[in-house]
């Protein structure tokens, strides 16, 4: 029996805020039977360097990829950056500036917590050690260490949260400017997991600025969820992409491989990729 292509193309690497390294997620990979991944680290593609010779030498598949944090209207959203090139540096020149936000903005939080006499510093942080973006899930885990909070989730849902006292958007960074980014690399900009916007119009309105494709399948989302936004990608010619968003054990709910795409559309949106 042969096995059918699956590619998860939203994971995360201990380069952000897995915990997995890229090594690590690879051989998971591997070992859940998937034909190809790609590293969707959070404003980072730094688990690249490792990650490309090392899937060369197991035989994985792996597509570039990268998640950005970015804002439309004042609200977040998260673009896939897919299929860029390495050979210039673009991609690595915007993640520059990516990571001067959070430095900026991770300050603050931290700030806003010291105020509520729960104090972390910056090398409480560190997860791994190996880490190029910091967010709040490690914030959250230092507040969990320093038994502020039981959980993870707990730190969000009374600190960290979008919604919460210690939340800080930072400087936003424009969707279109992602876009006009990962453009000028050769790659193609993905509308990551729009089911979690409440609002179906809102993930149409940023879908219509210039992206080339959408996150349909998205971890454990509904299939009627999914359907809506296969539905309008293939309305509206655009391509279909989808993912786990594997963190390893900070998202212990989110085994690697549980969305995927086929063969057929991981070489629609990896047109560039030299096996
Ligand atoms: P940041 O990039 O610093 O804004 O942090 C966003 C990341 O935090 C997301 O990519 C998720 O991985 C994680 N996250 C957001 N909300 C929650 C939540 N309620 N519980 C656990 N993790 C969350
Ligand atoms: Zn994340
Ligand atoms: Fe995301
Ligand atoms: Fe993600």
Avoid at 100 to 106: C, F, M, Q, S, V
């Amino acid at each position: 029996m042969t096995l059918s292509f699956r590619a998860d193309l939203h994971c995360h690497s201990s380069s952000s805020d897995g915990t997995l390294s890229p090594t690590e997620l690879i051989d998971l990979a591997i070992e859940r039977g998937l034909s190809a991944i790609s590293i969707t680290d959070h404003d980072t593609i730094a688990a690249y360097d490792i990650a490309l010779p090392y899937a060369k030498e197991k035989g994985l598949l792996l597509g570039s990829g990268a998640e950005f944090s970015c804002s439309y209207k004042r609200k977040s959203v998260h673009v896939l950056a897919y299929d860029f090139s390495f050979s210039s540096d673009v991609i690595s020149s915007y993640c520059q500036k990516l990571q001067h936000r959070r430095t900026i903005r991770n300050k603050e939080i931290l700030d806003r917590l010291r105020g509520l006499r729960l104090p972390i510093t910056e090398e409480e942080l560190f997860i791994t050690g190996t880490e190029e973006t910091i967010g709040r899930p490690h914030i959250a885990k230092a507040m969990m260490q320093k038994g502020y909070v039981c959980s993870v989730q707990e730190a969000f849902h009374l600190y960290l949260g979008d919604t919460k006292c210690c939340y800080v958007p930072g400087v936003p960074f424009p969707v279109e400017e992602a876009i006009e980014v990962i453009h000028r690399a050769g790659g193609k900009a993905v509308l990551a997991h729009p089911h979690l916007y409440k609002d179906f119009g809102f993930g149409k309105e940023v879908l219509s600025i210039g992206f080339d494709g959408v996150e349909c399948y998205y971890a454990r989302a509904p299939l009627k969820e999914e359907k809506r936004w296969i539905h309008l990608a293939e309305e509206q010619g655009l391509l279909i992409s989808g993912g786990s968003d594997f963190h390893g054990s900070i998202k212990p709910y989110i085994p690697l491989g549980c969305s995927f795409v086929d063969r057929e559309r991981f070489f629609q949106i990896f047109t560039t990729l030299s096996l």
